[in-house]
Structure formats: structure tokens, C-alpha cells
């Protein structure tokens, strides 16, 4: 598992002691250089989006003290319906003036950049991870005081913003506004600079608020697994086949249905009590790629799917892989969930990846388990390491095969989001 996009988010702090000892369990704030995210988005590529991109409601929404703005407030109407292509700049700015804050979910799926940046961290947090933008300019919160339900990474791209940080305690039935009163102070009381990053663990209260100036944020939003997503697994694959899980629940048997149904949930909590005592299963649970958290997870026949790379032209060709052995061409993974493998018979490995199976020759295994951990990698140096370990005739025929079947993609090397020569990476 590559950490460098972590790092680079979190310098000049350490990734391997924040998820090790900070991730999930307390909030941190990383004060950094002004331009550090400079590069990564700004002001211009905002104004390229709203001029360009078919940004239609709720995708982006401007919202003031918790209430969203009626769209016929910023967008020209069409034929008695707002059009999502018709932002008008009078109301826009209108509104923006008057305190409402600009928001665009989704923003990795519209700005390469970024896009790179959430499939690299999906494979690290090993969970979906989404990017929405936030751009204020006076003094309302867009929200007030909530919590979220999952972790957030705050990326202050431009200007300052105020934010109040509160502790989680733990008792959910209870609002964020009501677990934040004047008895509990914020943990954490302070202002977002240009270049800063603020991790918040899920469920724990916060506001930002504007400072009266021009203010653009990016929120890295974690969607992790909870207890949910664990049972939800579970009685789809170890249970589905279950007698007592298949079973209908005896509700109409008149006098004895007390005695029939306690019966009943005996068998099922013995049923899930073995399936839950199998010492393997978290680490089944979180290789099981086929599975996504949050409620927008994009599902195809049961599977959770993210936007995957394309690699065109190569990939379209007989040979993608012709003419790109000895430079710096990088190879990625086209999806961040990587590919399902299993070995079959001690020769053959499979490989499941976009409803196909694929096999390959045992031998191939040490470079196959190598992608799933060492991508992106430059065409050169996936040939120096791994060409000794197979022969490069096999290692060529296996990335053609890949990379003609969409499972890697090759795309041209780009630099850092980070200025190089003061975040370089430790290797």
C-alpha cells in the first residue's frame, strides 16, 4: 500500500503515525505552506467548472445557516423550469455576497487532478472516498454546528475559514446542537489557513464559518465501514445459504407464536454468533472488493463500482504496451478497489475484475499480488523489478493482457499536486 498521496496531504505530519494513533480516534490539524494545495485546485479551475461543466441541482447548490437557496435565485429560468446550463452571474453573485456559500459534491469526478488524488486514497483508507468543494465569501456558516457519518480531511485551498471542533460523546441519540452546548467548549477553536488540512472522525460536531473574505475548501469525505456494512456482508455471503436465514419468520401461527419464534431467533443468533467467530473474517470482510460504503456507492447486479481510468488510445490497441517499456509512461490501476484474485488447483490464478474472469499462469502470482500494492508505477521500473522475477516475454504478454482488458491503464507521468522542492517524499 503506497502512502505518498497521504503523506503529501499530510505534510509536514507523519501518515503512518496518523493511521496508526490519530485516524478514527482524534481530530488534527496541520498547520502547512500557503501554496501547498496550489496546484492541486484553485479559483480558475472553479470558474472553468460553472462555465463548462453541466453542473445541475443538488450536484451544486448554494446553501446559508443550514437552508438551501431556491435555484431560481441564481439560475435563468427555461421554459418554467430551471436550467441546469443557464447559472446566471447577476444571481450568483447576488447571492454569494449576501452570505451563501457555493458547494459542488462529487468535484473529483470533474477535475482530473483531484480525481487521482480520492482513487489513491480510496486504496489507502481501503474504502470510497469522495471530494466536495466549498467556496464562502462573508460571515454565515453554510451549516451550523453537525455531525457528519463519516470522516472528513479538510484541504484549505485559498483564503481562511473559522472552525469549531467538538468531542463525540459517543451518545448518538442525542443531536450535535444539544451535545455541543455552553457546558462542553470546543475542542478545537481555530482558523484554516491556505496550505492547512483538519481530519474530524465521524460523528464528532463541528461548524466551519467564513471570515469575511474569499474562502475555498476541499472536504475529502471517508466513508468508512461500520457494523452495518459487516451484517450486511454477512448474510449475503457466509449466510446466504443459511437454512435458518432462508427461513420465513413464523409471525402467523396464532397461540405459538411466542414459543416458534424464540425458537426461531435461537437458531439465528447461533447461526450469526459462528459466522462472526471465524477468525479471518474482517480481513475477508475488507478484501471482498466488491463491496462500497455509503448510500451512494454506485451498485451494478450487486457490485459497488467506482469511475474507473480509461487508457485510451493504448488500451484500443493489439499491443498497448508497444513503444512504452523504457520511458516513464506510469501504469495504473483503472479501478482504486484494485481486482478480486484467487488461486484455483495450485496452477492457475484468477483474476475477477468488471464482471469477467481472467486466469493467468501460477508463476505470473508474485507480480500479480505486487499490483495490487505497488500502483502506480512508471513502465520502466515495473519492468526492472519484476522482469528478473518472471522473464520479460511473460511479463510483456501479461500486461498487454491487462491493460487490452482495462484492468490497468497506461496514462502520461504528472507531477505532484505539491511543489516538489518543498514536499518531496521520503522514500
Keep these: 500500500m503506497s502512502l505518498s498521496s497521504l503523506q503529501c496531504i499530510l505534510q509536514p505530519a507523519d501518515a503512518d503515525h496518523f493511521l496508526s494513533n490519530v485516524y478514527q480516534h482524534e481530530m488534527l490539524h ?65 447571492q454569494l455576497r449576501e452570505g451563501a456559500t457555493l458547494i459542488i459534491n462529487a468535484v473529483d469526478l470533474l477535475h482530473e487532478p483531484l480525481a487521482i488524488l480520492v482513487d489513491e486514497l480510496s486504496r489507502v483508507f481501503r474504502t470510497r472516498v469522495a471530494a466536495n468543494l466549498y467556496a464562502g465569501w462573508r460571515t454565515s456558516p453554510a451549516s451550523g454546528i453537525h ?50 488540512i483538519l481530519y474530524i472522525p465521524r460523528e464528532w460536531p463541528h461548524v466551519a464559518i467564513p471570515c469575511d473574505e474569499p474562502t475555498l475548501h476541499l472536504t475529502l469525505s471517508l466513508f468508512e465501514y461500520n457494523a452495518f456494512n459487516l451484517l450486511d456482508w454477512l448474510a449475503t455471503t457466509r449466510l446466504k445459504s443459511s437454512p435458518a436465514m432462508r427461513r420465513c419468520i413464523p409471525y402467523l401461527r396464532g397461540t405459538i407464536a411466542s414459543q416458534e419464534g424464540a425458537a426461531y431467533l435461537a437458531e439465528l443468533q447461533t447461526e450469526i454468533t459462528k459466522a462472526l467467530a471465524e477468525p479471518s473474517l474482517l480481513e475477508s470482510f475488507l478484501e471482498d472488493n466488491t463491496w462500497l460504503v455509503g448510500d451512494k456507492a454506485r451498485r451494478f447486479s ?33 479501478s482504486p478497489l484494485g481486482f478480486e484474485m484467487a488461486t484455483r488447483d495450485d496452477r492457475w490464478i484468477d483474476i475477477s475484475f468488471d464482471e ?69 517524499i521520503r522514500s
Design 30 to 94: 496541520v498547520p502547512s505552506d500557503s501554496e501547498k494545495f496550489a496546484a492541486l485546485f484553485s479559483w480558475q479551475e472553479l470558474n472553468r467548472m460553472l462555465r463548462n461543466q453541466d453542473l445541475r441541482y443538488p450536484r451544486m447548490r448554494l446553501q446559508i445557516a443550514n437552508k438551501a437557496v431556491a435555484r431560481d435565485q441564481y439560475l435563468n429560468e427555461e421554459f418554467g423550469q430551471p436550467s441546469p446550463l443557464a447559472l446566471s452571474v447577476s444571481k450568483l453573485n447576488h
Design 356 to 424: 469477467q474472469t481472467f486466469s493467468f499462469d501460477w508463476a505470473l502470482l508474485p507480480v500479480l499480488a505486487g499490483f495490487q500494492t505497488s500502483l502506480p508505477i512508471s513502465v520502466a521500473d515495473c519492468f526492472a523489478r519484476w522482469e528478473p522475477v518472471v522473464g520479460r516475454e511473460s511479463l510483456d504478454a501479461l500486461l498487454n493482457q491487462l491493460l487490452a482488458n482495462g484492468i490497468l491503464v497506461l496514462r502520461p507521468k504528472q507531477k505532484s499536486f505539491l511543489r516538489e522542492e518543498a514536499y518531496s
Design 147 to 196: 455531525r457528519d457519518d463519516h470522516g472528513v480531511i479538510i484541504l484549505q485551498i485559498d483564503g481562511k475559514k473559522h472552525w469549531r471542533v467538538y468531542r463525540n460523546t459517543e451518545d448518538l441519540t442525542v443531536s450535535a446542537q444539544d451535545r455541543t452546548t455552553a457546558n462542553q467548549p470546543p475542542l478545537w477553536d481555530g482558523f484554516l489557513n491556505a496550505g492547512d
Design 302 to 334: 450487486g457490485k459497488a463500482s467506482t469511475k474507473p481510468l480509461y487508457g485510451l488510445p493504448w488500451s484500443a490497441m493489439c499491443h498497448p504496451l508497444a513503444g512504452f517499456k523504457d520511458n516513464d509512461t506510469m501504469l495504473h490501476m483503472a
